[in-house]
């Protein structure tokens, strides 16, 4: 290991430790910070480029005002028919919904606030005025025993902390 790759990853560690950043443990919660971000979209065929726009800016979001970290931020943007979504039982142009999924305990009342906020002027932006009134921001907070990646629950990394430097 070179001594440039050897300081990034003592300084990688330093971070961990020290400013509780993911994906390491949440210092108010103990728990891994991670996101899963699901976008449907209805009525509305988007780009690749708009759909790109769009989780582009749910990422920057989640990382920004949830303080998730970018490289563990998933986002499906999913399209469906304009017939297969209702509002009051009545069709609708177009519509969108956004759902997010985070370890429990990891954010507080206010960003979660921020963030519905803004999701919701982001699916404006992007789908346009006939959106309906009923269009929702969904943060769902999950026991960090029922879920993670890459094989390990966020419980188990809340107990086993930041990984340690060997050689």
């Known amino acids: 290991m070179s001594f440039a790759k050897l300081f990034v990853h003592i300084f990688e560690i330093f971070e961990i430790i ?3 950043d993911t994906p390491t443990v949440n210092q108010q919660s103990g ?5 899963f971000v699901h976008i449907k979209i209805a009525g509305m065929a988007l780009t690749p480029e708009q759909v790109r726009h769009v989780q582009d800016e749910a990422t920057r979001l989640m990382a920004t005002v949830m303080r998730k970290k970018r490289e563990l931020t998933a986002v499906l ?3 469906v028919p304009a017939d297969a979504w209702t509002v009051g039982a009545e ?3 177009v519509a969108g919904h956004l759902d997010v999924k985070v370890t429990e305990g990891t954010n507080t009342a206010e960003e979660k606030s921020r963030f519905i906020a803004a999701a919701a002027k982001l699916l404006k ?5 006939d959106l309906p009134v009923a269009t929702y921001v969904v943060v769902h907070e999950l026991a ?3 879920w993670g990646y890459d094989g390990l ?3 188990h990394r809340r107990k086993t902390g930041p990984a340690v430097l060997t050689f």
Do not use: N, T
């Not at 932006?125 to 005025?129: C, T």
């Open 31 to 35: 728990s891994v910070k991670m996101p």
């Open 77 to 79: 943007v999913e399209q």
């Open 125 to 129: 932006d992007v789908l346009g005025s």
């Open 18 to 20: 020290m400013v509780g």
């Open 91 to 93: 069709p609708v142009r």
């Open 144 to 146: 960090a025993d029922s």
């Open 153 to 155: 629950s966020q419980e």
